[in-house]
């Protein structure tokens, strides 16, 4: 690191601009998290007025958390039973325990799965 540099960011001076770029940047990353709740709202509001009830989430833990965080904060009749990420981990969810399947994250192994799901009734929704 540039030495001249390096003191700078150590005086109030520095300390100062670094503050005054950090506002900006923090705004702008609650914005992006504002609309990102925004959409995965309306998604829960389609999958619920749709009949969901019982969600299993194809994709990371942390959207299946924040997914069932949005979902018990509007008080929807919805409960995210679990979150896998991959086709071998659908398997292990028998189709009673859930009645929605939401793709978050589409990855290669969860195709091949989702074609064996019989139709009895089971709705396979994409994350928009």
């Known amino acids: 690191m540039n030495k001249g540099r390096y003191l700078y960011l150590l005086t109030p001076e520095g300390e100062e601009a670094k503050a005054q770029m950090t506002v900006p940047f923090i705004k702008a990353r609650v914005h992006e998290f504002e609309e990102l709740r925004k959409r995965l709202l309306e998604n829960l509001i389609v999958l619920h007025d749709s009949g969901a009830r019982?969600?299993?989430?194809?994709?990371?833990?942390?959207?299946?958390?924040?997914?069932?965080?949005?979902?018990?904060?509007?008080?929807?009749?919805?409960?995210?039973?679990?979150?896998?990420?991959?086709?071998?981990?659908?398997?292990?969810y028998p189709q009673d325990e859930w009645d929605s399947l939401l793709i978050a994250e589409d990855s290669p192994t969860v195709q091949p799965i989702l074609q064996l799901l019989s139709p009895k009734g089971e709705k396979v929704w994409h994350l928009r």
């Open 54 to 92: 019982r969600l299993l989430v194809v994709g990371s833990e942390s959207l299946g958390k924040l997914l069932g965080q949005i979902a018990r904060a509007e008080e929807l009749e919805l409960r995210v039973v679990a979150t896998v990420s991959s086709g071998d981990d659908l398997r292990n």
